[in-house]
């Protein structure tokens, strides 16, 4: 267990170390463009104008001098550059926005996790009753249905008929514990909604097996509850593979708050990740790439463990 | 057993000359699925409106035809925008940049997710494992990330995003080939093949590929739905399809948005196409699943 979970994060380490290289050479394929993004304001352009923003930005050097630089101020100085914009440092971005995009996150998660385990499990106890066909319906409206549209039309009903609009500004948490809690709420609901469909699907199916099974019959031969039966025996194995996908489905919503943070204009990684994009912040994304991938291979790997250790049968 | 049967008989429709069979199994599908059915004409009707919608629309997409922000009317089914364009004719014209991504891209994805998957798993051994960890990596991404990655580097517009939305599809196709080679490579007739000294090529051509085939139509069918998100959730951040040209993104962005209130026909035309093309092409790739490889029912993503 101890040299499969090393040889896992060596190869963690590795796959971060070559999304993070690969992006680096591929945002500096058209170099051009983070000096242009600069001096977009300004009307003629000379030569030195250009040669002075690169060697500010330091991107004066060779792209190979420029990745070393780059790594040798990570490893040693926990330096991930500075923005090219904001003219701070990346990290200080990197930190600002994680609070905002993990709260939003958790909250979704969970709404994810309760809406889809519950309207599965009645779904799989009624099968092929209107019940079920609503709650597919549902789901699968919840899975096509793009996130931006779904907001859109929230907005829309709860502005026109609530009076309720998206906040403007940002509450912080400990500022004003109520106003952040309540601006979480429509955002969190929605990426909730969305990715509750996988989960009620997978429910469904499991527990559609499960119940079928003999050790099932024999519960139900022992005359115990049918409450009881579905909680402590059905859901009991049924959800494994529902818990499974819940740690890569948290790692996928990390990664996905870009469309609900720019709507409900949330300060978070998802922003943050959107400007340095549009500007051309090399900086920013190369540090992205790094978050983001450090954060799906360590919930991957946290998943693949977990699993392990809770059905011993499992193997590499 | 029946579904054996359905398997083998779509996979000879897959093959165009046999028309009969394409019949047959056409029959069948509406028989056991008639709301995959529904879906697959409603998927038909969206791909003839993006085929002959310079027809369909009574106005140029981006001819100023009207008042700004004009209401519903039997003029303007959908009111006009906020320049005075006809939000009717941009929808039906809309339709075309979905198509599009979810040909093109589908298309450029599937493909060379079959050819690294397929190839990968039959190499086996050292080759096998380096493609497999560079496909760890792209998984590694968050896919719209990575997508909006890509179009950053290659430029926003129609064809990059294209190109951007098929490479993120490529990780997750090619691991299905890979899986569905993996086991079909133990084949008997695979052996014997290699027994009587066929080349690779012709294994890979000849034995392996028709038996992945109907996985193929599912696995595109699939990817038909994230494809038509992705593009309008790039379009939607202004890194896809740009304005003025409409795509059902772009025009719930901007103008859409911030006339929510006092225009909301701006955003409904898309919002509802968007809706209803990805809900059919994923309630008729249930419903093909369902007939073709019943193993997999249920296991969405």
Not at chain 1, 205 to 220: F, N
Not at chain 1, 228 to 240: F, G, T, W
Request: aromatic share 8%; charged share 15%; with cysteine.
């Amino acid at each position: 267990m101890q040299a499969y979970i090393l040889n896992r994060l060596v190869l963690a380490v590795a796959t971060v170390f070559f999304v993070a290289t690969a992006i680096f050479f591929m945002v500096r394929i058209i170099p051009g463009d983070a000096v242009f993004t600069q001096l977009q304001d300004a009307g003629h352009i000379t030569p030195e104008q250009i040669l002075e923003i690169k060697k500010r930005l330091g991107l004066d050097d060779n792209a190979l001098v420029q990745l070393f630089n780059w790594y040798k101020g990570i490893l040693l100085h926990g330096d991930f550059g500075i923005s090219f914009v904001t003219r701070a440092p990346v990290v200080t971005g990197l930190i600002d926005s994680i609070p905002v995009t993990v709260e939003l996150v958790i909250f979704a998660w969970t709404i994810s996790l309760f809406l889809g385990i519950t309207v599965g499990t009645i779904s799989a106890l009624k099968p092929n009753t209107p019940v079920d066909y609503f709650a597919r319906l549902i789901s699968i409206f919840g899975l096509s249905v793009p996130e931006f549209v779904l907001a859109t039309v929230i907005i829309l009903v709860l502005s026109k008929y609530i009076g309720w609009l998206p906040p403007i500004g940002y509450h912080a948490l400990l500022d004003d514990p109520w106003a952040n809690i309540r601006q979480y709420f429509i955002p969190a609901i929605l990426m909730g909604f969305s990715s509750s469909s996988t989960n009620m699907r997978i429910t469904r199916s499991a527990l559609l097996e499960v119940i079928r099974q003999d050790y099932i019959r024999t519960a139900r031969a022992k005359g115990l509850a049918e409450s009881s039966i579905i909680i402590r025996h059905a859901l009991k194995n049924a959800l494994a593979p529902v818990f499974t996908l819940a740690g890569t489905q948290l790692a996928r919503l990390l990664g996905g708050t870009v469309i609900v943070e720019t709507i409900f204009t949330m300060p978070g990684v998802g922003t943050w990740i959107l400007q340095g994009i549009n500007a051309r912040d090399y900086p920013v994304v190369q540090t992205a790439a790094i978050f983001l991938a450090t954060v799906m291979t360590i919930m991957n790997l946290i998943v693949d463990v977990s699993l392990k250790w809770l059905d011993p049968r499992v193997k590499y | 057993m029946a579904t054996s049967n359905t398997a083998s008989e779509v996979l000879a429709n897959a093959r165009p000359t046999k028309k009969l069979d394409l019949w047959k199994g056409f029959k069948t599908f509406a028989r056991r699925q008639p709301i995959g059915m529904i879906c697959a004409f409603i998927i038909i009707g969206v791909i003839i409106t993006a085929i002959f919608a310079p027809l369909i629309q009574p106005y140029g997409e981006t001819d100023v035809v009207a008042r700004r922000l004009e209401a519903p009317s039997a003029k303007h089914l959908i009111g006009t925008d906020d320049i005075g364009r006809d939000v009717f004719s941009r929808t039906v014209n809309g339709a075309r940049v979905s198509l599009m991504a979810g040909v093109i891209a589908v298309a450029i994805g599937t493909a060379s997710g079959a050819v690294i998957g397929i190839s990968s798993g039959y190499a086996g051994g050292r080759t096998d494992l380096y493609i497999q960890r560079f496909v760890d990596a792209m998984l590694s991404m968050p896919s719209l990330i990575l997508a909006m990655v890509l179009v950053t580097i290659m430029g926003t517009g129609l064809i990059n995003s294209l190109l951007a939305i098929g490479i993120i599809l490529i990780p997750t196709q090619s691991r299905i080939f890979r899986s569905s080679t993996l086991s079909i490579k133990q084949e008997m007739y695979v052996e014997a093949a290699k027994a009587i000294g066929a080349s690779t090529p012709r294994i890979l051509v000849r034995h392996i590929f028709p038996q992945v085939l109907p996985l193929i139509i599912i696995v595109a069918s699939a990817a038909v739905a994230v494809a038509i998100i992705v593009e309008a959730s790039l379009s939607f951040l202004g890194l896809g399809v740009q304005p003025p040209t409409p795509s059902w993104g772009n025009m719930l962005s901007g103008p859409g948005r911030a006339y929510l209130e006092t225009a909301p026909w701006l955003v409904m035309g898309p919002g509802i196409a968007i809706s209803i093309t990805v809900l059919a092409y994923n309630m008729l790739g249930d419903a093909l699943r369902d007939v073709l490889d019943p193993r997999l029912r249920g296991s969405r993503r």
